[in-house]
């Protein structure tokens, strides 16, 4: 009993270092999960123990808390898979009930020393005191353990400046739509006055036109997904019903609302705007060379002084056949297969 005793006290006292691990949102989720997986794990072992020692005794009280702990302990675990207060009520409600009725049963029989019943209802409300406080702390732990995982995966899905998707929840998307054999249109947008903006009013005038952007963009009714793909360019999945026309049109409506002037703290400022936009599965097929695609007929667009620029296999083409001979070349020299 003093060891059982000894091992319990052990294992509630490294509860506060575990707590405060799940509180050090330097460590990822797993690495919080691991240890308090582990307290709750170890102290299951204990009380299983404890109970299994209990019932092998063939004494019918002994037995009777045996039953009680295992039963206990179950519910102990049972907690740590609850996703909410209301199972985590619903779980602990048969044990209470169990307890009760082992409690009471045991004060009714005669046979009993009244030493033996005392010891049995200060177990049982012991066990009772320490199951439901394991389970208000578990789900508490498991509270704080979902707001951490949903910050993460917002911190992963949106970038903080604009609140629009990252890159890498824009390329997802598009692995999704390839993977669902779905037509769609990628655009490519950028900035074309953004950095003198940004050198003569500074950093905090350029965010709030990069907002203002990112906002503008979010209000198209045809996006997929918005992105902000880092500094001034932006790109956007786009419903495509199979109708180029009607692409265009949606296309072009989206470049004159945000190619309007833009307030800030300075007055307002014109930013000129460059989209290129390519389609899938027209212009290609892998999402990769579709974003290229976009990519490449923005700069188009750019270099004729903004505007809207639908991928042309024929022109563009070369320009992408040259980029992708320039990399080989530069891969090359780097890796010394080219030498002076």
């Not at 409506?253 to 460059?274: A, C, K, N, P, R």
């Not at 936009?277 to 667009?301: N, Q």
């Amino acid at each position: 009993a003093l060891i059982w005793c000894l091992a319990v006290l052990g294992n509630e006292a490294s509860a506060p270092y575990f707590l405060r691990r799940m509180r050090n949102n330097k460590r990822s989720t797993l690495q919080r999960l691991i240890p308090y997986f582990w307290h709750i794990s170890s102290g299951a072992i204990i009380w299983a123990s404890a109970g299994g020692l209990l019932w092998s005794t063939g004494d019918p009280a002994s037995m009777l808390l045996g039953i009680s702990l295992l039963v206990g302990t179950l519910v102990h675990v049972s907690v740590f898979y609850a996703s909410s207060r209301l199972q985590t009520m619903l779980t602990m409600t048969p044990v209470v009930l169990i307890m009760l009725i082992v409690l009471v049963s045991a004060l009714l029989v005669d046979d009993w020393s009244l030493r033996t019943k005392a010891l049995i209802a200060v177990s049982l409300t012991s066990l009772f005191i320490y199951v439901v406080t394991s389970a208000s702390q578990s789900v508490r732990v498991q509270e704080r353990l979902r707001t951490s995982v949903l910050a993460n995966q917002k911190m992963a899905g949106e970038a903080p400046l604009t609140g629009l998707h990252t890159r890498r929840a824009f390329l997802a998307q598009m692995e999704n739509l390839q993977s669902a054999k779905k037509p769609y249109c990628v655009l490519f947008v950028d900035l074309d006055r953004f950095k003198p903006i940004n050198d003569q009013h500074g950093h905090a005038v350029g965010d709030q036109v990069l907002r203002e952007i990112a906002q503008r963009l979010s209000k198209t009714e045809q996006a997929l997904c918005v992105s902000r793909f880092g500094g001034d360019e932006f790109a956007l999945l786009i419903k495509y019903k199979g109708d180029q026309f009607e692409l265009r049109a949606a296309i072009e409506t989206l470049y004159e609302s945000i190619s309007g002037d833009i307030q800030t703290d300075v007055g307002e400022l014109y930013v000129g705007v460059s989209i290129g936009y390519a389609i899938a599965p027209l212009d290609a097929s892998v999402p990769k060379d579709l974003l290229h695609a976009a990519d490449t007929a923005m700069r188009r667009a750019k270099a004729e002084r903004g505007g809207v620029t639908h991928y042309d296999a024929s022109g563009d083409g070369s320009a992408h056949s040259a980029a992708v001979l320039e990399n080989s070349f530069r891969s090359a020299v780097v890796g010394g297969g080219v030498k002076a």
